[in-house]
């Protein structure tokens, strides 16, 4: 039989990312957060998103900030002096989006493969309505779209088209073979479209997470800003209390008894386990964990991480990355 793409949750339309259009307010990329967002946290963040750069030193004029005043000069000068600044007119995002078999899961509202559909749509739409240029790696367990960052509307609809290609190929009944590798290689290829100071926001559940993945993780680090958005259900924290489960990773099956002990204590390590080999691999780099579940809204669960209130300067406050703890 077909497969019915149209049930909610299970599969994206193209219809349904371009609402997301109107959704994607009361967040912002920009390196400073309110000090209520989850990115709140002990541990400090390189993630500076798009800056100011030092125009000119100049006199003062009536109406400049007196923030801006550079006092070093204004007393070997013995006249006002003020600092000029321009903001960076460039602050290309790239996004890398993970459609493969492993996403193909969902114990409830969405699977992954939507969840993660949802969240880079956002995020494409937010960087398009700052001006910014927007790019992605969309990648499956066999092959992997590239879409080079620009500046327009149309290159938002590409990735969009993109992902609704991939996330409406995957099915359990296509025999579709689990390639771990693809995720290095995914982050191999950002290592190499992405220039300098880039965004990559990465939007996976990080299954075949290895030290290449970190490494590659690392090397994007050295001239770019990295986000990470780990996708995961939350069936992965909490087993019910009763029943059977039937887990399969496309071509086989096993049968679960949840109330079986050793399974409760195990089965949530699956996550927890990669979200601390993240965390602890890359928190000296300053690099972000998000957790997004699969349940709730993901355009509520954005703002809640990178959200401001209105009237509130989302430039207030240092970005930092909470722990895995």
Known sequence: MPKDKTVPGVYVSLKDLIKLQYQATGFSFLPRQPVQSLLSGRHSSRLRGRGLDFEELRQYRPGDDIRTMDWKATKRCG????????????????????????MFFGSQVNMKSVTAAEAAALAAWRVADAGDKVGAI?????????????????????????????????????????????????????????????????????????????????????????????????????????????????TRQVLLDSK????????????????????????????PVLPVNTTESVALQVRRILGYKPGKSSRAGKVAVRGSR
């Open 138 to 250: 969309i990648f499956n367990d066999h092959e992997i779209r590239e879409i080079k960052p620009r500046r327009s509307k149309k290159t938002v609809m590409q990735i969009l088209q993109r992902i609704v290609e991939q996330n409406n190929e995957l099915s359990v009944d296509q025999n579709i073979r689990s390639n771990k590798k693809m995720l290095d290689r995914a982050l191999e290829k950002a290592v190499h479209l992405a220039g300098h100071d880039y965004l990559v926001c990465v939007i996976s559940d990080f299954f075949g997470l290895s030290d290449r993945s970190l490494h590659h993780v690392k090397q994007l680090c050295r001239h770019n800003d990295v986000m990470l958005s780990l996708i995961y259900d939350p069936l992965a924290r909490k087993l019910p209390e009763n029943g059977s489960l039937v887990i399969s990773d496309g």
């Open 260 to 287: 079986e002990s050793r399974l409760k204590k195990r089965f949530p390590e699956f996550l927890e386990g990669r979200l601390k080999t993240l965390t602890e691999n890359l928190d000296k780099f300053g690099v």
């Open 79 to 102: 006249e006002p002096y003020v600092r000029v600044f321009t903001e960076e007119r460039e602050r290309p995002v790239l996004l890398i989006i993970d459609q493969r078999i492993s």
